[in-house]
């Protein structure tokens, strides 16, 4: 199992539990977005081409920059814990690492 596909499981178990009012704003996009990122990191994977690739992990990097945001915004509701937040922030930083340096080395900048 890939980091990403960790996080979409971790994040489709919380947004259940955001508030009904809410679940449409915070839990369609939060689920919208973790499972964008996995299909970034899914085209980036299939594709031979650089460029593409180079443009499918930037999207990737914005992807997890925002999911990163409205979590925080969640967790500032309470609607999940602290120590969720850091769990997932840490998931998502992985992703962000990982997705960091596929991309220097997409761009030719690495080994």
Partial sequence: MTVLQEVVGWTLDRTADIPKSQRFTFGQRLDGLTLEALLLAQR????????????????????????????????????????????IAGRLGEAGRMTGGWLKQASGGGA
Avoid: C, M, P
Avoid at 57 to 75: A, C, H, I, R, T
Avoid at 76 to 86: A, C, P
């Fill in 44 to 87: 980036a994977a299939a594709t031979g081409d650089r460029a593409q690739k180079a443009k499918h992990l930037g999207e990737l990097s914005v992807v997890l920059e925002q999911l990163n945001l409205l979590w925080e915004l969640v967790q500032g509701r309470r609607w999940i814990s602290q120590q969720q937040l850091v769990f």
